[in-house]
């Protein structure tokens, strides 16, 4: 009896965590994502070419980006406070760019990235001082995907593991600033989160 309770726990939690995750892929699915190209995969880690994105973004406060009220700067923008009042549709992933150990944390910023098909020029002029417009150049960017809960420990450990590839590959970093990207809500389960960590890197020599 004890052994059909576990197996039956177990199922349970197994159709939950397919539940979980489809419902995880749903709710990525309804947003549009920062436009890139595979160049090669392995594994986790990825070579991706990216196109120019235009980025709206904040600098971080002490807090984590919800408790600083980063967050909620960037969505009042897309919401429309905005000079054009303006209403954008929301985009995955968040972004935050910076060093998690930086000193002072306020180094960080995090970054909404604009819906594809707009240009520079047709990106709202923000009406709250702290936010401020960026183009981002395109480029070439190695990447490593991590499941998990957002922190600073966690975030340096994912990057050394990107660093480390990066150098066993003989890859060269042309910009240590890394960027993470968060795609998942809050609420999601942390095991089912998608998050990824990228370092911009050198393009292939012309031949």
């Known amino acids: 009896m004890k052994t059909q309770w576990i197996a039956l726990s177990s199922a349970a939690l197994l159709a939950v965590i397919v539940v979980a995750a489809g419902g995880c892929q749903v709710i990525r699915a309804g947003y549009e994502t920062a436009p890139y190209r595979v160049l090669e995969s392995d594994g986790a880690f990825q070579i991706r070419e990216y196109p120019t994105m235009q980025w709206v973004e904040t600098t971080m406060g002490s807090g984590n980006g919800n408790s600083d009220g980063s967050f909620g700067r960037l969505f009042g923008f897309i919401t429309g406070r905005n000079q054009s009042q303006q209403k954008i549709a929301m985009t995955t992933p968040v972004y935050m760019e910076g060093s998690p150990t930086a000193a002072p944390a306020s180094q960080r910023v995090m970054a909404f990235v604009m819906p594809k098909e707009m240009a520079a020029t047709s990106v709202p002029v923000p009406s709250d001082g702290a936010l401020r417009r960026r183009e981002v150049s395109a480029g070439r960017?190695?990447?490593?995907?991590?499941?998990?809960?957002?922190?600073?420990?966690?975030?340096?450990?994912?990057?050394?593991?990107?660093?480390?590839?990066?150098?066993?590959?003989?890859?060269?970093?042309?910009?240590?600033?890394?960027?993470?990207?968060?795609?998942?809500?809050?609420?999601?389960?942390?095991?089912?989160?998608r998050n990824e960590v990228m370092l911009r890197i050198s393009e292939p020599a012309v031949r």
């Open 141 to 193: 960017f190695a990447i490593y995907r991590f499941r998990g809960s957002r922190s600073s420990e966690r975030e340096v450990a994912v990057l050394g593991e990107l660093q480390a590839w990066l150098a066993v590959r003989g890859l060269s970093v042309v910009d240590a600033m890394p960027v993470y990207g968060y795609f998942d809500p809050p609420w999601t389960p942390s095991v089912l989160r």
